[in-house]
């Protein structure tokens, strides 16, 4: 397949809002991927790269060589160009890349280019996302939607199951296998116990929502795997979790369930204690800021599949494997006011709240499913750092306003809902800095414009009506209250969730 298909393909899948129109293009590129290519094509029409990280600045990308007359380029041949451009290291390794990215640039059309551009500086905003993307894979290959959207769950990611449906493997390879993770189930949200009650069954569970790391772990005979809910193994870097997790009495496991550092007095650290607990790659905090782990689900246990269980008994075999001390604290009623205590509870601990949960949910993993409804004491939504501004007077020099964004899951792009420079403290300055500019496509005297990826939760005190913003919706008083490096844009709050808070907060 050439380039240039999957470039058009991008253009008019952009052009519409429709997203049965958006499913029917991208189905049609799909019948023409070749064998072998589908995986690749999926990644680059959800905007991602195989590789996903290839050391291309938006510095190597101003200055672009004349277009060819006629495309040429080929899905292998990028790919394997992008391959080479990621390996390049050491001494040089700059200009290298550059000249590289420069010759395979030259051999394409300006379309063509012009999609790369966007594909690397993560701009390639046009409404591909996965439930887009798994609905394409299963019109492309005359499979049940369902089917194929359970294998990309079992499966983490879009490219195998497209690979296999559409070469006619069959999706049932496709199973929950203790070491390889799946997406975690999300939480959708309610401003209070009332709300979340009134959306579920009378009686519900309610947990503690800790402010940690969310981990899902897999044991396999005495072996231990932790995995964050991006999916990366962070295992080696934490001795102490391993040890607590080997005295379970299991054979075969996967667990959820959060990660989170705790002082002396059981209250939580601040959540950047966490974050650059698991962030960093040797172990030599592990004494000095041990990590504690809270388990509050299981979906295998021992060769049985619990995925499709009623959370209630998914439960019940936690409970039977998993002490009462490695378990998050739970009640389960169908009285608001009980649950208010447990709410109450949590919040005295240091926590964030809680999580109420329907009793016969399934675990739909990679979903923000209707069976789990977080409700938190204050307003906060995670957002999306679209740009960013140069500071003044003291924070001369440093990366300060942030632009914020809601994701859109209709276009693919983020809405604007305003910016802040309040809650950062001169450390966050700092790192906000450091990493900004890493992620910077492009900038002038004033801002530096990002690739839409670095989360950060923000607090405020209500939304209004604004005709300043392209949603129409702006935020009052937003401040930051931390970043969440753990979390993925795509897992943002949408701008639909925005306008549900905006008559409550208005």
Known sequence: MLLAEIARTSGAVAATTARKAKTEVLAACLRDAGPGEAAVVVAYLSG??????????????????????????????IDAAFTEIGAVSGKGSV???????????????RDEQGFVVRLLAGELRQGALDGVMAEAIAKASDLPAARVRRAVMLRGALGPVAEAALTGDALDAFTLEVGRPIRPMLASAAPSLDDAYAKLAAEAAVEWKLDGIRAQIHIRDGEIQIFTRTLDEITDRLPEIVTALRALPVHQAVFDGELIALAADRRPHP?????????????????????????????????ADLLDSPAAERHAALARVVPEPLRMPRLVTSDPSRAKELFDDAVAHGHEGVVVKALDTP?????????WIKVKPRHTLDLVVLAVEWGHGRRQGYLSNLHLGARDPDTGGFVMLGKTFKGLTDKLLAW?????????????????????????EIAFDGVQRSPRYPGGLALRFARVLRYRPDKSAAEADTIETVRKVAPLLD
């Open 48 to 77: 991602e790269l195989p590789q996903r990280q290839i050391g291309v600045g938006y510095a190597a990308l101003r200055d672009l060589p004349s277009p060819a007359a006629e495309p040429s380029l080929t899905v292998p041949e």
């Open 95 to 109: 200009a290298r890349r550059r000249e590289l990215l420069t010759a395979l640039l030259a051999r394409a059309t």
């Open 271 to 303: 959540f950047q204690v966490t974050a650059a607990r698991t962030a960093t790659r040797t172990t030599r905090d592990a004494e000095s800021v041990p990590l504690s782990v809270i388990l509050f689900d299981v979906l295998h246990l021992d060769g």
């Open 363 to 371: 675990y739909t993993a990679g979903r923000r499913g209707a069976g």
């Open 432 to 456: 906000q800095t450091e990493h900004l500019r890493a992620l910077a496509v492009r900038e002038d005297d004033y801002t530096v414009h990002v690739r839409p990826e670095l989360v950060v």
